[in-house]
């Protein structure tokens, strides 16, 4: 009864894709891949991910549904990252600085992109994919005419704009990894560090009046308007929170990866990170820290495990096409099943 209570608990579709992680790991020693390497693998690509994911939890709390204007927030995290860059700040400082920028354009943004949700209101979802792919078309064009100077950054013809993939190598890349490392062990510490920070800092918000308020809204917004809460404040609030964090995700997954991407690059950005929170247990209306955490390591493990047990088995290097068939495929799965999961 217990273990039938426990099931229904966590959900077939998240046992049904753990086991298949599980069986991805166990067959490792058989065909030939390093099973500590592979674990590995997995848990740097959470750290590199998990606060993006994290950063729709405010606005699903909120009831302003899931955050496809992620892109509006990701952009003020881009200007962060270039902005510490053309100021040639390196290290923990770089990063430290770039974190502050992303997050204060964030605020900006946030507060205008909520705004804009509150006229819409029950067609949120459409109008932020909207702003989102929008802001990415915006931004490509100020990547070129915004007064950058730093010859790491700018196109070597012409002297002017920003190229499509600017190296962080000799900035604060591996910032977090350096400053937190253990000898022997080869695990995003760092990262996962500031997560659990900011997962708690989120968690603490969330008992507070004011984080009680925000949460009230998201599940009956008559009632909240009953008990005197500014609904339109409260949702604004959400939404620049949600862009805040979404800022500073990007930059944690920048210092890792080594490179900061701008045009094209955050376009779809938010639908792998909505896609990991949907099948770690949250809907439209509710999600958790446990949720996130949940999500980012099987959606991750999954990307990561596929193409390399795949690769192993046939002996052909298949793992880019594997890679876009899983990644688009786990998306598809979540979001038609975004009020089941």
């Known amino acids: 009864m217990n273990l039938k209570k426990y099931i229904n608990t966590f959900g077939w579709p998240r046992i049904i894709i753990g086991l298949f992680l599980i069986s991805m790991y166990v067959a490792c020693p058989f065909i030939g891949l390093n099973l500590g390497a592979a674990l590995s693998d997995t848990l740097v690509r959470f750290g590199m991910n998990v606060v993006l994911v994290l950063s729709l939890v405010p606005m699903i709390q909120a009831g302003t549904g899931l955050n496809f204007g992620m892109p509006l927030g990701v952009e003020a995290g881009l200007l962060g990252a270039v902005i510490s860059i053309e100021l040639g700040l390196v290290g923990m400082k770089g990063f430290l600085v770039a974190i502050v920028v992303g997050a204060f354009f964030g605020v900006i943004f946030g507060w205008l992109y909520g705004i804009i ?60 990894e350096k400053a937190l490392h253990l000898e022997g ?33 998201g599940t009956n917004e008559k009632f909240s308007k009953a008990t005197g809460i500014n609904i339109d404040k409260e949702r604004i609030k959400s939404v620049i929170f949600s862009s805040v964090l979404a800022a500073v995700g990007i930059i944690i997954y920048e210092q890792s990866f080594g490179f900061v991407q701008l045009y094209l ?57 594997i890679r ?17 999961l």
């Not at 560090?193 to 984080?211: D, E, H, R, V, Y």
């Not at 990561?304 to 002996?315: D, L, R, W, Y």
Request: net charge positive; aromatic share 12%; hydrophobic share 55%.
């Open 117 to 176: 949700l509150n006229k819409v209101k029950g067609g949120e979802m459409m109008i932020a994919t909207y702003i989102g792919f929008s802001s990415v078309a915006l931004m490509c064009i100020m990547w070129l005419i915004l007064p950058f100077k730093s010859p790491d950054m700018i196109w070597a013809y012409g002297g002017e704009g920003l190229r499509t993939t600017v190296s962080v190598e000799n900035y604060w890349h591996g910032a977090l």
């Open 185 to 217: 062990l080869k695990l995003p510490i760092g990262e996962i560090l500031i997560f659990t920070i900011i997962a708690l800092f989120i968690w603490i918000f969330f008992q507070t009046k004011s984080g009680l308020a925000m949460k009230a809204v």
């Open 265 to 321: 690059a955050p376009f779809y950005m938010a639908f792998p990170a909505i896609a990991a929170i949907l099948i770690g247990g949250a809907s439209v209306n509710r999600a958790t820290i446990v949720n996130v955490i949940i999500g980012t390591f099987l959606f991750q493990g999954i990307l990561t495990m596929t193409p390399s047990v795949v690769n192993a088995i046939i002996k052909t290097d298949m793992s880019e096409i």
């Open 324 to 340: 876009i068939i899983v990644s688009n495929g786990m998306i598809l799965y979540a979001l038609t099943r975004k009020g089941e």
